[in-house]
């Protein structure tokens, strides 16, 4: 697989097969991601992988908790506007399309966001934090790194669906980890395992926006 193939091939995975994933093959993933880059090389990250007994049962603790207030962080801005809202729509009207739920069905839609607390049923979750004293240069450089992650993991077969949704339980996850609270934002999970190839919910349409939408080029005329 070519890095533009890579690139443009990884999607999002939420229906995993029942087979487990070796800490092995995670290793490798990582051990790659650590050659993310990131400012000054802080490499802000900072991640716990679970599997087995404590993913259970984290997950069961979440789906039993009311959601944390306040919030861990703000997840969606103020004031969006129509752009971002459309390009939000869409991604959430397909994936109800895929499984069969109305798209003004809020029960169906709230019943199947419930999954992201079970990890979409994947064998292997990553849980992400951020240091409180990184300001958004170092998200930023978080995020690269979920990105080198992920296209890891495709690299090696596996799929994963980053998880921020699960921000609704930071302090438990955290409480969970043995991260403290006054020192560590929780960012966002990743279920991790080995993509259903049949699933609906693994094949509906990507889209983005154009090119010429979100960048000008100059000069090379
Ligand atoms: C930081 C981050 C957090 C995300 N959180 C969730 C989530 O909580 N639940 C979910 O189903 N998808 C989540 N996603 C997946 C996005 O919905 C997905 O990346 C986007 O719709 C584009 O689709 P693609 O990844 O298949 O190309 C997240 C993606 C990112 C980068």
Same mark, same amino acid.
């Given at each position: 697989m070519s890095v533009l193939e890579a690139v443009a091939g990884r999607r999002s995975i939420r229906a995993f097969l029942d087979k487990p994933v070796p800490r092995s093959l995670l290793e490798q993933a990582l051990a790659a991601a650590q050659f993310s880059p990131s400012?000054?090389?802080?490499?802000?990250?900072?991640?716990?992988?679970?599997?087995?007994? %404590?993913?259970?049962?984290?997950? #069961?603790?979440?789906? #039993?908790?009311?959601?944390?207030?306040? #919030?861990? $962080?703000?997840?969606?801005?103020?004031?969006?506007?129509?752009? $971002?809202?459309?390009?939000?729509?869409?991604?959430?009207?397909?994936?109800?399309?895929?499984?069969?739920?109305? *798209?003004?069905?809020?029960?169906g839609r709230e019943a199947f966001a419930r999954n992201n607390f079970r990890f979409y049923g994947a064998p292997a979750v990553l849980l992400t934090f951020i240091p409180r004293v990184m300001g958004p240069p170092q998200w930023s450089d978080v995020g690269m790194w979920l990105q080198s992650v992920m296209l890891a993991l495709h690299g090696l077969g596996l799929g994963s669906c980053a998880l921020e949704s699960l921000y609704v /339980?930071?302090?438990?996850?955290?409480?969970?980890?043995?991260?403290?609270?006054?020192? /560590?934002?929780?960012?966002?999970?990743?279920?991790?395992?080995? %993509?259903?190839?049949?699933? %609906?919910?693994?094949?509906? %349409?990507?889209? *983005? #926006?154009?090119?010429?939408?979100?960048?000008?080029?100059a000069g090379f005329d």
């Open positions: 400012g000054y090389n802080f490499q802000p990250w900072e991640a716990v992988v679970l599997s087995g007994a %404590p993913m259970r049962d984290l997950s #069961a603790k979440m789906l #039993a908790a009311p959601p944390q207030e306040p #919030a861990e $962080y703000q997840l969606v801005p103020k004031g969006i506007g129509d752009r $971002y809202k459309a390009r939000r729509d869409e991604t959430v009207g397909h994936r109800m399309d895929a499984i069969g739920v109305a *798209r003004d069905d809020l029960a /339980h930071g302090r438990l996850i955290k409480d969970f980890a043995g991260i403290p609270d006054e020192s /560590h934002v929780f960012f966002c999970g990743m279920a991790i395992g080995w %993509p259903d190839p049949a699933a %609906p919910i693994n094949a509906f %349409p990507r889209t *983005r #926006a154009p090119l010429d939408e979100v960048v000008r080029f």
